[in-house]
């Protein structure tokens, strides 16, 4: 297949502090040339696995940028690989620590969008040509994280039960998914389940006592997990709103020695995939991520092969870290069936779409996400039309951080039903 690429002489590039979404600092890269001029910036989590690349101050990464932009204007680059190659050989460490995987991926993604504008078309076909023809004509599922927890909520000291136990949510997200594949009716629904899922809690906890957690979800002083799934449900079924139920439980957070503590009750990994499965019946979950601690291969292949006839999604994310090292290990051990993309867990546009593409070949499915801090960047919501993903996570479907990722996709989803 022909790819566009376009020899690239880069005038000047300019990298910046801006502030993301937890009003911390981050980096955005500007790349100016003949014919464009463009920007990208790269998010951060809170909750990351262990083999992600080093994300290194920022600050620091402006004070030092001055050697690697004399090499980058100083010479010309033929297309997106040849770019990201020159910065991953001028970094040579496997974790990225010397550049650091945040400068590297804001300038990969600003090489991405000038690519675009000198070839006059969208940035999700010069993706899509990147990585191929599959999925040319699929769109993503949005897929709302709606209750938040773990790492990405913090709770008032008074939010305790009779016995001091802190009222916190072991899963880090609780999510909704359309039912439906058309995008547009299905952010639509997403945010008047939203609307309505908010209205319950407040009758149920009082307005004072529902917060909004770092991704946007609410967050209420719940007594367990199940409860804020029995909420969710009784939401969805109480106004008929065509969704299903994912989870992102982030196990990691809550493996203290060889064992799973929920609610304050110690769980084996056996013990904690028969409760899976038991949740899986009775609430209707139909993706679940991170299931067990980042390096328990073993636990994820006999959840992925226990739930294998419910078309139930098991999702690596701390597992694999859009890395093809793990993936291929993953994929291997059948340790799930979908790999969680997080461009900023690896370093450059290249090497996730080679994740992608290895996930593709093995029949795993992926699902494109943002961070928990987040900028108002909508690059992944190109990335997850142009790779064909089963799904898109950006948060709730509310504060601009979140919304821009799910309108950018409605409007790439418009803009093809008048083709």
């Known amino acids: 297949m022909c790819i566009r690429a376009y020899i690239m002489k880069i ?9 993301d979404s937890r009003g911390q600092d981050t980096l955005e890269a500007r790349m100016i040339g003949d014919g464009f001029d463009v920007k990208a910036s790269v998010p951060s989590g809170k909750s990351k696995g262990e083999h992600e690349v080093v994300s290194i101050d920022p600050a620091l990464a402006v004070a030092k940028f001055g050697e690697l932009r004399s090499e980058i204007i100083s010479q010309s680059f033929g297309n997106q690989r040849a770019f990201d190659d020159f910065l991953i050989q001028k970094d040579a460490t496997e974790k990225k620590d010397a550049l650091g995987g945040n400068v590297m991926l804001a300038l990969s993604l600003s090489f ?3 690519q675009s504008v000198l070839g006059g078309g969208e940035l999700y076909e010069y993706i899509r040509e990147l990585v191929g023809t599959r999925g040319a004509d699929k769109f993503p599922r949005p897929i709302f994280n709606v209750i938040n927890g773990g790492a990405h909520v913090a709770v008032p000291q008074e939010w305790k039960d009779d016995s001091g136990r802190e009222l916190k949510l072991d899963f880090q997200e609780f999510q909704i998914i359309p039912k439906t594949d058309d995008f547009g009716l299905g952010l639509s629904v997403g945010q008047r389940c939203y609307e309505k899922l908010k209205m319950f809690l407040v009758d149920t ?13 609410f967050c209420a002083p719940f007594t367990n997990n199940e409860e804020a799934l029995g909420v969710l449900q009784e939401v969805i079924s109480t106004y008929q709103h065509p ?3 994912g989870l992102d439980t982030a196990a990691t957070q809550f493996y203290k020695n060889g064992a799973y503590i929920l609610s304050g009750v110690s769980f084996s990994p056996q013990e904690l995939e028969r409760r899976y499965r038991e949740l899986i019946d009775a609430y209707g979950v139909v993706s679940i991520e991170d299931p067990f601690f980042e390096e328990d291969f073993d636990s994820f292949e006999a959840l992925t092969s226990d739930v294998a006839k419910k078309d139930v999604l098991v999702i690596t994310d701390d597992l694999t870290t859009t890395n093809p090292k793990w993936l291929a290990k993953a994929i ?5 069936n979908t790999i969680l993309i997080k461009p900023n867990q690896i370093g450059t546009l290249s090497e996730t779409l080679d994740v992608v593409s290895l996930a593709h070949q093995n029949g795993w499915k992926t699902v494109v996400s943002h961070r928990s801090g987040e900028t108002e960047d909508d ?3 190109d990335l997850a039309v142009g790779v064909g993903a089963w799904g898109l996570k950006s948060g709730a479907p509310a504060t601009p951080w979140r919304m821009n990722k799910y309108e950018r996709v409605l409007t790439i989803w418009q803009q093809n039903l008048s083709q």
Do not use: T
């Open 379 to 381: 690059f992944i919501a």
């Open 243 to 245: 969704m299903h139920i």
């Open 332 to 336: 291997k051990e059948k340790a799930g």
């Open 11 to 19: 005038s000047d590039v300019k990298l910046s502090v801006i502030q």
């Open 205 to 217: 906890f009082g307005a004072s006592r529902v917060l909004v957690g770092d991704e946007a979800g």
């Open 112 to 114: 991405a969008r000038a």
